[in-house]
């Protein structure tokens, strides 16, 4: 089955602790990406990759980081999570310049 | 600033008769536009798209129209079913790289 996994799906931290959410692909898409989503402010890019080893700032990459070592994974790093990185996450592949994303079913992420 | 948007933050519809979402955008570069469609605790599901050469293109009930002078897209629901009760994404991209989403829009469709 063609899907995009994320883990965890529900995490409480405290601030400063460093967390990663994980994400993986299994539809050997060049294109990863993840997204935050909060209230009144709808789908927000947070970084994506075209492909391994090539990724860039979205509209809000303050406190993140990101790496693409392999094709079907790329996770999401907080170094440092503070209390307004407490969001609901999606991950979402797709092929390179299709247009269309394939979403995870998000990780809900709260920082205290 | 907001590329993509979308002005009604929810509609509320009666089953059987035609929800209209809208959704505007800012940037003339934009070439193809999709809709998604989110229920709670799941990640949003792609709906239907429109490439910025056609101005029309249907899927079952589902009906996008786009008006590239006006910078001005809408998707036609007809007939709206309970089912259909979600929120709903616009977005616009370019050359198919990084989406532009808008805030979405709640629809909520009674029996």
């Known amino acids: 089955e063609a899907q995009v996994t994320q883990n965890p799906r529900y995490l409480i931290t405290v601030t400063g602790k460093k967390l990663t959410v994980t994400c993986s692909q299994n539809m050997n898409h060049e294109y990863m990406s993840w997204y935050r989503q909060d209230p009144g402010l709808g789908l927000r890019q947070i970084y994506y990759?075209?492909?391994?080893?090539?990724?860039d700032k979205g509209d809000v990459p303050e406190g993140y980081k990101v790496s693409r070592k392999e094709k079907r994974n790329f996770p999401l790093i907080l170094e440092s999570p503070s209390p307004n990185q407490t969001s609901l996450y999606f991950c979402?592949?797709?092929?390179?310049?299709?247009?269309?994303?394939?979403f995870g079913e998000g990780s809900r992420l709260t920082v205290l | 600033d907001q590329q993509v948007k979308q002005n009604s933050p929810s509609l509320s519809v009666q089953e059987g008769r035609i929800s209209i979402l809208n959704c505007d955008y800012t940037n003339s570069m934009f070439d193809y536009f999709l809709w998604y469609k989110k229920y709670p605790a799941e990640g949003p599901t792609f709906l239907i798209s429109i490439s910025s050469i056609k101005d029309k293109n249907e899927d079952g009930r589902f009906t996008v129209f786009l008006n590239k002078s006006a910078k001005h897209l809408s998707l036609h629901i007809v007939p709206s079913q309970p089912g259909d009760s979600a929120v709903y994404f616009c977005a616009a991209s370019r050359s198919g790289y990084a989406l532009n989403f808008g805030k979405g829009t709640s629809l909520l469709v009674t029996p």
């Open positions: 990759s075209m492909n391994v080893e090539v990724t």
């Open positions: 979402a592949s797709g092929r390179l310049f299709a247009g269309e994303l394939f």
